[in-house]
């Protein structure tokens, strides 16, 4: 593990300034001239990135459905593909239909697999030999990115995960606020994935989220918080509105 770095951290003043600084690392991040894909996340967090970002490139003659190349992060295990509490539609509600993007433009796991180890081997093997540039991130409560909940080390690869009690609560708004109907499993990459990305991009909002963001960036490095493994990447910027910035030093 290499050592730990001081993450470039920008304080903006509330949500909407931070969804528009992180559409614009976006959009340029889709234009990377080494042809790496651009890495997506989901959640509450991303809707008003993504809302800004669908603003921004309708705006931008540079921007063509055709050469968008993007993989998320994860994927709910056992939910069937027309459901529309998977994340691949979610993706296609706040990116896909907006912007006029090709289905299979927008890179995701396949939770419906019948085998869904042999899955996430597969996407894995396949985002790390299409490569990343620009990785964009949520915060978990618990610390997790992507779904690598803790204990999580920094070598952890895609693969199938059990999703904690605390991130079924977090993400039961979608499933008619019943943690016990969200799904138990998810294919996520790894933090290896994500750690071989040649940027990282975590996007954090609210007083809610301010004290675990302190630890993910000034606590040592440590699987029981897999946030904080990101200290170890040398190009990460984080973008925080002011209350979840309250406790940094």
């Known amino acids: 593990m290499p050592p730990c770095l001081a993450p470039a951290v920008e304080v903006l003043s509330d949500a909407t300034a931070v969804a528009r600084r ?13 042809g790496a894909a651009t890495g997506l996340a989901t959640g509450r967090t991303m809707e008003p990135v993504y809302a800004a970002l669908c603003d921004r490139l309708r705006g931008d ?15 709910y295990v056992g939910l069937a593909p027309q459901d529309p509490r998977t994340f691949r539609a979610y993706m296609e509600r706040h990116l ?35 490569g990343l540039g620009l990785q964009l991130l949520g915060l978990g409560s618990n610390g997790h990115v992507g779904f690598n909940e803790p204990p999580c080390e920094v070598t952890a690869p895609c693969r199938v995960v059990q999703l904690s009690d605390s991130t079924r609560r977090q993400n039961a708004e ?5 943690p016990a109907h969200v799904p138990a499993l998810a294919i996520t990459l790894g933090l290896a994935e994500i750690l071989a990305a040649r940027e990282l ?33 040398p190009q990460v910027r984080v973008l925080c509105d002011r209350e979840a910035a309250a406790l940094l030093g």
Do not use: C, T
């Open 174 to 178: 979608a499933f008619g606020g019943e």
């Open 61 to 75: 003659a540079r921007f063509d459905p055709q050469r968008w190349s993007s993989v998320n992060l994860d994927e």
């Open 201 to 233: 991009l975590l996007v954090v909002l609210g007083a809610g989220k301010a004290g675990i963001l302190r630890r993910a960036l000034q606590d040592p490095a440590d699987a029981r918080l897999p946030a904080s493994w990101l200290q170890g990447h």
């Open 22 to 34: 992180a559409a614009a690392l976006l959009a340029e991040a889709l234009w990377d001239p080494q």
């Open 96 to 130: 896909g239909g907006p912007l006029g993007l090709q289905p299979q433009a927008l890179q995701l796991p396949d939770g419906a697999a019948a085998d869904p180890a042999l899955e996430a081997s597969r996407y894995g093997e396949a985002v790390r030999r299409q």
